[in-house]
């Protein structure tokens, strides 16, 4: 029921503006501190450009490995009933709540030299992963995949399951079905998902540093390199933050119809 313009809100208005202000403002800030003048000189710095290149690399790893995990969890979560599925549905959900960096100390414990699992990995292959490239996919793989997960079981709970059952009395198998089916169903929100998880890997900070370290040319993301440039130069940190800012826009313009839109 919509609200007529004799009954608007007015208490409502002033709050609401200034929760708005403290939203944009901060950006705001940041268009009008940026300095334009020397924006490309500063964005063709080679560890400028070296931060971005792995950054765009590794998110997109780490989006691939979140589609190629995160889909058949989704797809268990969304149409098996097992014992437990509840909790495993909270576990999946636990890497969005908690702090990133303990995400890092939890992949360190886990994957470390001296790991549960990690101890193992050097002892009988010679595999360190910590302090890696490969560790900074792991790291963002662990905050992504959450986001996709969510999304495709959210797409698969919501898909008419008639397709699904009118391939199979037509002799299909479930590997069929699942392929030929159900992913051209539910491809927007797995798209959906992998849009989510490339911009959430691509910004992730607290669980890299932890686990992957800060090293310049090695596993140094742009949210690193913003963070060390503060210390530096601000106005290089300015500028890798609007790098990340067209990102998140273009992520968000991307998305607009799925999220954004009104009714």
Excluded: C, K
Excluded at 95 to 117: E, H, S, Y
Excluded at 167 to 187: C, I, K, Q, Y
Aim: charged fraction near 10%; avoid cysteine; proline fraction near 8%.
């Amino acid at each position: 029921m919509r609200v007529g313009a004799g009954r608007f809100p007015w208490p409502l208005v002033v709050p609401a503006v200034i929760g708005l202000a403290f939203l944009v403002l901060p950006f705001a800030g940041l268009l009008l501190r940026a300095p334009w003048s020397t924006l490309g000189t500063r964005l063709l710095l080679p560890e400028v450009r070296g931060a971005l290149l792995l950054s765009l690399t590794t998110a997109t790893a780490a989006t691939g490995a979140a589609l190629v995990l995160g889909v058949p969890l989704a797809w268990l979560l969304a149409r098996t009933a097992f014992p437990g599925r509840r909790l495993v549905r909270a576990l999946v959900t636990v890497p969005l709540v908690i702090p990133p960096v303990v995400g890092g100390v939890a992949l360190l414990l886990v994957l470390g030299r001296n790991g549960v699992v990690g101890r193992h990995l050097y002892e009988w292959w010679g595999l360190s992963l910590p302090f890696t490239p490969a560790a900074v996919v792991v790291a963002q793989v662990f905050v992504a995949m959450p986001f996709l997960v969510i999304s495709v079981e959210g797409a698969l709970r919501g898909a008419d399951r008639r397709y699904e059952e009118a391939a199979a009395t037509l002799g299909a198998n479930r590997w069929t079905v699942f392929r030929r089916v159900t992913l051209p169903m539910v491809a927007p929100g797995v798209v959906a998902g992998a849009v989510l998880a490339w911009a959430r890997a691509l910004g992730e900070f607290g669980a890299t540093i932890t686990f992957a370290g800060n090293f310049p040319g090695r596993t140094q993301t742009m949210p690193l390199a913003v963070y060390l440039a503060m210390q530096e130069s601000p106005e290089s940190a300015v500028v890798l933050s609007l790098v990340l800012l067209a990102v998140s826009l273009a992520v968000l313009a991307a998305l607009r119809d799925r999220w954004v839109a009104t009714p």
